[in-house]
């Protein structure tokens, strides 16, 4: 697990997206998805970022983002 600094802002997203709507994630013409982490924020994300936790389920479970105060991912992983 990634480390937190005070300057570090912390989202987390519960996911749970069958196949079908993970085919978007390889468009080439979108780069980036906003979804809405729990806090109720909109948050624009990498779609690589996503692609790595693809199933042929989909994708499923809890996911933390940190980014640091420059505004760099510094992860994104599945917690649960």
Same mark, same amino acid.
């Given at each position: 697990?990634? !480390?937190? !600094?005070?300057?570090? !802002? ?26 809405? !982490?729990?806090? &109720? ?16 389920? &989909?994708?499923? &479970? ?19």
């Amino acid at each position: 697990m990634t !480390s937190i !600094s005070q300057t570090d !802002s912390v989202f987390y997203f519960s996911i749970n997206a069958p196949y079908k709507q993970c085919e978007v994630l390889y468009v080439p013409s979108m780069p980036d998805v906003v979804m809405v !982490s729990e806090s &109720g924020l909109s948050v624009q994300v990498p779609t690589n970022r996503l692609r790595q936790f693809v199933t042929s389920d &989909g994708i499923k &479970g809890r996911f933390r983002m940190i980014i640091d105060a420059n505004k760099k991912i510094k992860s994104f992983e599945r917690l649960a």
